[in-house]
C-alpha cells in the first residue's frame, strides 16, 4: 500500500432543518403562554360560575341562552379585533346597532317590508355607515377613536329621532333568527336532537382535519411547528369541549340556536380571511409596523376603509339579531355594546397597540364575556356590580398580557 495512500474521508452529511423544532413541550408553553392562558382562564370562569351557581350555569337551555343573549359580543367582536389588529378602535357600534335597528323594525311595520328584505338592507345601511366612518378616517386621516366618538354621538341621535316609541309587533320568523331553533330534522337520538349531534360531529371532524392539514403544510414547508404533545393535546382539548357543548345543546328544548349558525359561520369567514388571504396579512403588517407597510406597497387607506365598511356591516348583522331577540326596537339598544367588544378583544388576546390578534382568541375573549354576563345574572347580582366585575377582568387580562410581554423581553 503506498504510503500516500490516505483513508478515505466520510462525506459530511448536511444537519437536519431545526425550523420546525419548537423544542420541549415546556418550553413551547411558556413562550405561549398567553395563547394557552386565556383557555385555562374560560374553563377556570366555568368552573367558578358552575359552583356558584349550583349547577345551574351549564343547564342545557341556559347554555343555548348563553349563546342567543350573548351572539351580538360574537358578531361585532369579530370586527372590532380586525379594526384594533390595524391599531384602531370603534366606539360606536352600539349606537350603530341601534340605530339600524329601528330601521329595520320600521320598515318591517311602517313600510311593510317583508322581513327578509328587510334584513338585507339594514346590513347594507350598515355597510353604508361604515362607508361614512371610513372615509374621515381613511381618506382624511382624522383619528379612529375621534370619528368613531362622533359616530357614537350622531347614530344614537338618529336613534332616538327614528324610535321615539318602542317599535313591536315584528314577524314571527324575524323573531325567530335570534330566539329560534334549527327544526328537529332528524329526530331524536334518545333524548339528544339529531340534527344537533350530526352538526357536532361534523363540526369536530371539520376542527381535526384542518388542523392535521394546518400541521402538514407547515412541516411540508420546513416552518415552526408546536410540539407533537401541544398538537394533540389541543386537538383533544377542543374535541372535549366542542363535544361537551353539543352535548348540551342537543339536550336542550330547542336544540341548536339559528342565531349558533350565523356567528359559526362569520367565525369560519373571518379567520379564512385574516389567514389566508392578503386582505388578512396587510391588516397584520399596518398593525405591526405602519411605515413598513406603506414602504411595502399596502395600499394603507383602502385598507383602512374596507375595515370600517367591514365593521358596519357587522353592526348591521348585530343590529338585526339584537332587534330580533329583544323582538322590538328601542332607541337605548346596544348600549355598552362597543365595551363588550372591545372587552372581549382585548381578553381573548388582542394587542393594545394592534398587530396581534385572532378571531378564534377575540370569541374565546367573548366566551367569557357572556359566561359572566350569564353567571352573575342567574346569582342576581346588582347590574352595578355586574359593570364592577367584568372592568376588574378587563384590567386583569390586559395586565397580563402586558406582564407577559415584558416577561418574554
Partial sequence: MSASTTLAQPTAQPEPSKKNDSGSLKTYLTQNIGQYGILIALVVIVALFQILTDGKLLYPNNVAALIQQNAYVFILTIGMVMIIVAGHIDLSVGSVVAFIGGISALLITDHNVPWLLAVIISVLVGGVVGMWQGFWVAYVG??????????????????IVLVGTTVSGLPTGFNDISNGSLPNALGFLGALDGLTVLIGLLAIGGLVVSQIRTRHELVK??????????????????????????????????????????????????????????????????????PAAMLS?????????????????????????????????VAAAGSNFELDA????????TAVNGGVGKITGAIIGALIMG????????????????????????IAAVAFDFLNKRRGK
Fill in 142 to 159: 382624522i383619528p379612529a377613536f375621534i370619528v368613531t366618538l362622533g359616530g357614537q354621538l350622531i347614530f344614537r341621535g338618529l336613534a
Fill in 221 to 290: 414547508n420546513d416552518l415552526r411547528t408546536e410540539p407533537f404533545a401541544a398538537f394533540i393535546g389541543k386537538i383533544v382539548l377542543f374535541v372535549v369541549v366542542i363535544g361537551y357543548i353539543t352535548y348540551l345543546l342537543a339536550k336542550s328544548a330547542g336544540g341548536t340556536p339559528i342565531v349558533l349558525i350565523i356567528v359559526g359561520a362569520l367565525v369560519m369567514i373571518y379567520t379564512f380571511v385574516m389567514n389566508n388571504t392578503i386582505f388578512g396579512r396587510h391588516i397584520y403588517a399596518m398593525g405591526g409596523n405602519l
Fill in 297 to 329: 406597497g399596502v395600499k394603507t387607506k383602502r385598507v383602512n376603509f374596507m375595515l370600517f365598511v367591514n365593521m358596519g356591516l357587522l353592526a348591521g348583522v348585530a343590529a338585526v339579531v339584537t332587534t330580533s331577540r329583544a323582538g322590538a326596537a
Fill in 342 to 349: 372591545i372587552a372581549a378583544a382585548f381578553i381573548g388576546g
Fill in 371 to 394: 359566561v359572566l354576563n350569564m353567571g352573575l345574572s342567574i346569582m342576581n347580582v346588582d347590574p352595578a356590580w355586574q359593570q364592577t366585575i367584568k372592568g376588574l377582568v378587563l
